[in-house]
């Protein structure tokens, strides 16, 4: 909430929606406390697969 994410998504969507080709996706870590915990912590912070399948799914038009 209130991240960098948020604001870029904003600013791409108000500078550029004419020349997107589809709508913005914004992954990012869960809206949560940060647990102490290291695997728990991993759990709720965007990981690299997620990334990757956020791409396919927006290159097959699925999302």
Known sequence: TGGIGAEL??????????ELDC?????????IPTPYN??????????????VEAAKALKAGQI
């Open 9 to 18: 998504m904003a600013l791409i969507t108000e500078q550029c929606f004419d």
């Open 23 to 31: 709508r913005p996706v914004r992954l990012s870590s869960q809206d």
């Open 38 to 51: 290291g695997t728990l912590e991993n759990l709720t912070i965007i990981q690299p697969h997620q990334i």
